[in-house]
């Protein structure tokens, strides 16, 4: 069974930083693509990034491009998504999702 942890949610002004991590249990982030989703207040789950590890390759939304950054720890079985230069439009819940799992999610709040 595989399971997804997030953390490092939280409230910061606008133009600061967060580190969100997501854990997995019961399966190795390194033969898989893991995404990082969000949803804001009465919106859709937009994709802002993910990562393919056998193919070494990264995406990211044209939104969060040059502000994010998604990279991962195989010994931990963690991926992070680093989010820098934070906006309010940021606002959300922040999911990590991989294979047919959603972890709870994690939330981010911006202030102006």
């Known amino acids: 069974q595989v399971l997804l942890t997030e953390s490092g949610g939280g409230l910061v002004q606008a133009g600061g930083s967060l580190r969100l991590s997501c854990v997995a249990s019961?399966?190795?982030?390194?033969?898989?693509?893991v995404f990082w989703f969000r949803q804001a207040p009465g919106k859709g789950r937009e994709q802002v990034a993910r990562?393919?590890?056998?193919?070494?390759?990264?995406w990211y939304a044209d939104s969060v491009k040059g502000r994010f950054t998604i990279s991962g720890d195989n010994a931990m079985n963690t991926v992070y998504l680093q989010m820098n230069s934070l906006k309010p439009e940021d606002t959300g819940v922040y999911l990590c999702?991989?294979?047919?799992?959603w972890g709870q999610g994690t939330q981010v709040i911006v202030s102006s």
């Open positions: 999702h991989m294979r047919d799992v």
């Open positions: 019961g399966a190795p982030i390194t033969v898989n693509t």
């Open positions: 990562i393919v590890w056998l193919e070494d390759e990264r």
